[in-house]
């Protein structure tokens, strides 16, 4: 046997060898391809039902979203009208109702005065053993007369 037939032998053999190795990857890429072609149809099918409720579940928020911006319009005019409202009441009666009410405390602050002008004793309240005056007198924030 020569140099040029072992070298022939050589080379048939490493061909046979990569011959299989490919033939072992092409084999495995065709399962490969065969799951993945499994999976996509499995995915394709659960897919489409889930497109269509998705499409439907977009149809009712959005008939939803109309009844919540009609039911906020309604709101909006309804405070609109319920300020108008207060404004006008606050302006019709406003004014005269604050006048009665204050001439009403100045006849009751009259009315509850001794003639040397000290409130009566029956106008304070005894709380735990001690005179407390009496509650509708004017005290500032931190509790003085002011």
Do not use: C, H
């Not at 046997?1 to 084999?27: C, D, N, R, Y």
């Not at 019709?92 to 204050?102: D, E, H, R």
């Not at 053993?129 to 509650?135: D, E, K, L, N, S």
């Amino acid at each position: 046997m020569t140099g040029g037939e072992v070298a022939g032998i050589l080379v048939a053999v490493f061909w046979a060898i990569l011959v299989s190795f490919l033939a072992v990857a092409l084999v495995r890429l065709a399962q490969t391809l065969r799951a993945t072609t499994r999976l996509v149809t499995e995915v394709t099918e659960q897919a489409v039902p889930l497109l269509a409720d998705a499409s439907a579940t977009v149809r009712s928020a959005q008939t939803q979203l109309d009844r919540v911006d009609a039911i906020a319009t309604d709101v909006q005019e309804v405070t609109s009208n319920a300020s108008a409202l207060s404004t006008t009441v606050a302006s019709t009666f406003g004014g005269p109702l604050v006048k009665v009410a204050a001439f009403g405390y100045g006849v009751r602050r009259a009315m509850g005065r001794t003639d040397d002008g000290t409130p009566r004793e029956r106008d304070r309240t005894v709380v735990v053993g001690r005179t407390v005056p009496p509650a509708r007198a004017t005290r500032g924030r931190w509790g003085r007369k002011g």
